[in-house]
């Protein structure tokens, strides 16, 4: 059997690659040699060559493209990014309005340019409107926190209309907004404000129930109460409270509303050291009998004996109170005292009814009567020697809430009056809504009594009114012979005022009605007046 010996391979020659293959036979001798030109395998791997470069070419270009598309991607987003943080930053996510934050530094350069812009002062103009809901905390407290958005969001949406586009509206922060117009004038500022209390009066729709809220503004002008944020702020501020302790509704600050403001921004600062304290004292006042002047009843006045400023007044601290945090805190304190002090008198053999005053936002809280039912237990005081009072003004501020409340009051067993009444708008048509025992007159319907026929004429509906509703008249403010001997004339039987005493402290008028009192007597001669002829 031959054998052969075979190889191949490439080799050049001139500048030409040759493919060769050899093959020989050893038997033989023969052998060949066998050479090609290897062209159209060099034009296939050009061509490969030149497909593998403008592959290459276009996945690189590729990824540049990618590269800068992903990195327009990436700087896009981060700048939506940071343009929602500064957003963030600068708005309430509530409402969508311009923040605090927002204000101030708005405020800050236009504030920096007008007083670099060489206008004379006197050309000047701008009013910052500082506003507060006056009954947005009883919102969130009966209907829950979702309610008090939506009410929020309802407010803003009012402002911003209210204020039109060249105004800056802003939520200042809780239930309190900012509006800041620098074209308008003290007078055109005082016209938007009146403009807004109106509309924050007119009802607005949450949960399928209307709220009436109210507003207390506070104005304060550029440049003539300021030319700094900080001042403008404090003196809206203070004009703010102004309005909102004396229901104004809108207030213009004053030079001299400064020095009363921050004498109660002291006070309202030392509540809570107060009520720990035990500096608040009831003083009580009689309620009598007509003619006999014989107590059937105290009111128990609340005094604050402060250590720098002496014994003072409710007048001076109980507006400040109703706009704290502590206002339950406080009812619940002059109540339990009261209720102490109705205990010391049956352990002394005095049986005497005891009224203690209630704001109108205790009627929102649903603690207040196991509260009440608690103190009563805890001091074995009979319900029925407890009188709960409540301004008719503070009733009327909720029907509603008053008739719900009252007949659960009445189901405790203690007794329900209706103060100061008379003051309201609606009064003869609500009374009898009303599941009370008392109605008590106002003392401006007493003052002129003895001289003017239409008190008398106002005084006798109230009693005839009240008789047949089978409720029981107090008249208030009685300081005359001659006014409780003409209430008696027309047929009232219980009155109340300093004829017949002033708010005493406990160790005043305890020996007063416990003086000649047999046991378990109920009343007891203070003041007997001249019985009335007939």
Known sequence: MSTGVNGSGFTSHQKERLLWVYKSDVNTGLSVLLLQKTNSLNIALEYVANRLSITAFLTFWLAVWAALVMSALISNRFEQNNKRLAFMASHDDLTGLP??????????????????????????????????LDKF???????????????????????????????????????????????????????????????????????????????????????????????????????????????????????????????????????????????????????????????????????????EEGLLAPGMFIDIIEQSTVVHEFTRYVLRQAIMQCRLWLNQGIRISVAVNLSPYNLRDDEFIPFLKEQLSAHLVPPELMEIELTESGTMSDLNVAQRMFPLLRAVGVKVSIDDFGTGMSSLAYVKKLDVNYIKIDRSFITNITTDFRDVAVIKSMLLLCSNLNKEVIAEGVETPEQAEKLHELGCQLAQGYYFGKPMHPLVITPLLIKDIPDLAIVTPIKPIKKATP
């Open 137 to 307: 905390k009883e919102v969130n407290d009966t209907m829950g926190h979702a309610a008090g958005d939506e009410l929020l969001v309802s407010i803003s949406k009012r402002l911003s209309e209210l204020a039109g586009t060249k105004a800056q509206v802003t939520r200042y922060g809780g239930d309190e907004f900012v509006i800041w117009h620098q074209e308008l004038d003290r007078m055109e500022a005082e016209v938007l404000a009146q403009d807004i209390v109106a509309a924050c009066r007119q009802p607005l729709l949450v949960n399928n129930i209307r709220f009436e809220i109210g507003a207390s503004i506070g104005i304060a002008c550029y440049p003539q109460h300021g030319s700094e944020v900080d001042v403008l702020f404090k003196r809206a501020d203070v004009a703010m409270y102004h309005a909102k302790k004396h229901r104004f509704g809108y207030q213009m600050f004053d030079q001299t509303l400064s020095s009363q403001t921050a004498y109660w921004t002291s006070l309202r600062g030392q509540l809570n050291n107060a009520l720990q304290q035990s500096q608040f004292v009831l003083y009580y006042q009689p309620k009598v009998t007509l003619p006999q002047g014989v107590v059937v009843g105290v009111e128990a006045l609340v005094r604050w004996e402060h250590p």
């Open 99 to 132: 923040n605090r934050y927002h204000l101030v530094s708005m405020l800050n350069n236009f504030l920096t340019k007008e007083e670099t812009s060489g206008v004379p002062p006197e050309d000047r103009k701008g009013a910052l409107l500082l506003i507060d």
